[in-house]
T-cell receptor, first 112, second 114 residues
Framework: GQQLNQSPQSMFIQEGEDVSMNCTSS?????WLWYKQDPGEGPVLLIA?????ELTSNGRLTAQFGITRKDSFLNISASIPSDVGIYFC????????????FGKGTTLSVSS | NAGVMQNPRHLVRRRGQEARLRCSPM?????VYWYRQLPEEGLKFMVY????????ESGMPKERFSAEFPKEGPSILRIQQVVRGDSAAYFC????????????FGSGTRLTVV
């Protein structure tokens, strides 16, 4: 089945630093989504991307839908302690029916 | 203006027992999706239901697992004769139209099989 490779697996940064994480796939996706999950909670949608090449921002977060439609990245600028959590990419392919395919997540730790 | 409500938040079952997980979608939403998250993994799709219909169950294990979304009441994910490998967090999401993919997830039910 389709799989997403998400990297890095974890990051330890200082408050104020910028962060970048990405996802790649061996197959094409039509939609890319980025979620954040806090401990004990469900994932919360951060950014949705629907077109190849699309660059979208949500506050300090910026995400891009790769031109090849096989990758996406998420940047967080000027990190703050509340950015701590697990970030997941998710992709959808029209061939996959309803299912979103999730990466394994990037765990972000921010020290102040 | 409640979000997607799941209960119980935590559920402990002995091997061989049945587990029933409930999901009440957001008000006005008639489409429900169930996902499973194993420890340190991403979410994996299980099933998509609309009121009284299963639309896509391609991610559901063939045995012991079933889901329903009756005309009245919450959606239920039922796991019969649970085994240790069923221990996971189960998340439900809902949407109004079934179009678009950025749907809202509930806080999940954490199932532990002992």
């Amino acid at each position: 089945g389709q799989q997403l490779n998400q990297s890095p697996q974890s990051m330890f940064i200082q408050e104020g630093e910028d962060v970048s994480m990405n996802c790649t796939s061996s197959s094409i996706f039509n939609t890319w989504l980025w979620y954040k999950q806090d401990p004990g909670e469900g994932p919360v949608l951060l950014i949705a991307l629907y077109k190849a090449g699309e660059l979208t921002s949500n506050g300090r977060l910026t995400a891009q839908f790769g031109i090849t439609r096989k990758d996406s990245f998420l940047n967080i600028s000027a990190s703050i302690p509340s950015d701590v959590g697990i970030y997941f990419c998710a992709g959808h392919s029209n061939q996959a029916g309803t299912a979103l395919i999730f990466g394994k997540g990037t765990t972000l730790s921010v020290s102040s | 203006n409640a979000g997607v409500m799941q209960n119980p938040r935590h559920l402990v079952r002995r091997r061989g027992q049945e587990a029933r997980l409930r999901c009440s979608p957001m008000k006005g939403h008639s489409h429900v999706y169930w996902y499973r998250q194993l420890p340190e993994e991403g979410l994996k799709f299980m099933v998509y239901l609309q009121k009284e219909n299963i639309i896509d169950e391609s991610g559901m294990p063939k045995e012991r697992f079933s889901a329903e979304f009756p005309k009245e009441g919450p959606s239920i994910l039922r796991i019969q004769q649970v085994v240790r490998g069923d221990s996971a967090a189960y998340f439900c999401a809902s949407s109004r139209t079934g179009q678009g993919l950025g749907y809202t997830f509930g806080s999940g039910t954490r199932l532990t099989v002992v």
